[in-house]
């Protein structure tokens, strides 16, 4: 239970002051491949990899 009350905590503080935790806004950015040619970066679409 103490990790649930600390996150709760957590989430209600980023709501009542409407700031996000820098660590959750940082992504990693990674091409996906759709389909057809693999050469051609238009068949791609990015998917972002957060820390959460």
């Known amino acids: 239970m103490d990790i649930a009350e600390s996150l709760l905590k957590l989430f209600n503080k980023s709501?009542?002051?409407?700031?996000?935790?820098s660590g959750w806004k940082d992504a990693i950015?990674?091409?996906?491949?759709k389909r057809g040619d693999r050469c051609d970066t238009g068949?791609?679409?990015?998917?972002?990899?957060?820390?959460?």
Not at 15 to 21: M, Q, R, S, V, Y
Not at 29 to 33: E, M, S
Request: no cysteine; proline share 14%; aromatic share 10%.
């Open 43 to 52: 068949n791609y679409r990015p998917i972002n990899l957060t820390s959460i």
């Open 15 to 21: 709501l009542a002051t409407g700031e996000i935790p």
């Open 29 to 33: 950015i990674v091409p996906l491949f």
